[in-house]
């Protein structure tokens, strides 16, 4: 089973790319190494972001697209005029949470739209959106945490959300704790509240392009700046949400392209999107 998962799309693949595969088995990341990158993971991210400030990640205007839940004038009519609540986990300088703010204060929705929860390891990526012109606790509320620890049980209460945002976040975790993650998603959220997921899909050309030196396990690869970055399958991420209280309501990859006309850039994109139920019974 556990093979099907990583081999399922491998067909997909051209000579070159296989070859490309198998160059990085031949020198992986030393264990001595790879342990550190977990120990120092939160450093890593903290200097990204005194490194890029808040110049590295666009804002993300694509969200309510792709997640009707996420629109403003979406209610939920059984609750009536009642404000949502979300958490974005891994929320980096707010470039999901700020777009959405923005077009709830311009609509001015005769329902309430959001309280936005935002949370993140870097306490200066938390420290940039506290200072974003736009952040109000009236709306918002910002907290430095661990996402696979307990931490985030003292800032939101149990069975209190209504939507749970994972943008690019669940790919800097080491896999051998994506299961705590998703389990404190489904304490946070209410029966029927939502997961909405996106990140790099499996053999996504940022997963190709990895030089031998650089694979630290199965899909697991470590960036020049000591982040790391983790490749997924279809089969594997429905998996997860399954065994930890979770429906499946889509999950599928998407084919985007990175387009940067100036750096005549053109280059095709595999991610995959989730949007995952926390089961109503379990
Ligand atoms: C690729 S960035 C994505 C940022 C943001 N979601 C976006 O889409 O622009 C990944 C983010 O996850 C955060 N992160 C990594 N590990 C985390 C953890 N264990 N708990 C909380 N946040 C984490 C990093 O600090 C970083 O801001």
């Not at 490194?51 to 309510?64: C, I």
């Not at 030196?213 to 594997?236: C, P, V, W």
């Not at 280059?267 to 019974?281: D, S, T």
Request: glycine share 4%.
């Amino acid at each position: 089973m556990e093979a099907d998962i990583f081999t399922k799309r491998i067909k997909d693949l051209s000579t070159e790319e296989r070859e490309r595969l198998d160059e990085q088995n031949k020198r992986l990341v030393p264990e001595f190494k790879a342990n550190k990158l977990e120990i120092d993971a939160q450093r890593h991210w903290d200097l990204f972001y005194k490194r890029n400030e808040t110049r590295f990640f666009k804002d993300r205007h694509w969200t309510t697209r792709e997640f009707q839940e996420l629109l403003a004038d979406q209610q939920c009519t059984s609750t009536g005029a009642r404000r949502r609540t979300l958490l974005e986990v891994g929320c980096g300088v707010g470039n999901l949470v700020f777009p959405l703010l923005e077009e709830q204060i311009k609509e001015q929705s005769s329902n309430q739209g959001f309280y936005f929860y935002a949370c993140d390891f870097s306490p200066r990526a938390v420290d940039f959106v506290r200072a974003n012109p736009l952040y109000d606790a009236k709306h918002m509320t910002v907290f430095q945490c661990d996402i696979t620890t307990q931490q985030v049980h003292e800032h939101i209460a149990a069975s209190s959300l209504d939507v749970c945002t994972m943008i690019f976040v669940l790919s800097a975790i080491h896999p051998d704790k994506f299961a705590d993650v998703v389990r404190n998603l489904w304490h946070l959220l209410k029966p029927g509240g939502l997961v909405l997921f996106r990140d790099y899909g499996l053999y996504d050309m940022a997963q190709l392009r990895f030089k031998p030196g650089h694979k630290i396990a199965e899909n697991l690869y470590m960036r020049q700046d000591g982040t790391r970055s983790y490749y997924f399958s279809e089969l594997q991420l429905a998996q997860l949400f399954i065994q930890n209280g979770f429906e499946v309501l889509d999950n599928s990859y998407v084919h985007r392209r990175t387009l940067n006309l100036k750096e005549g850039i053109d280059v095709p994109r595999i991610f995959l999107q989730g949007k995952f139920r926390k089961a109503a019974a379990s």
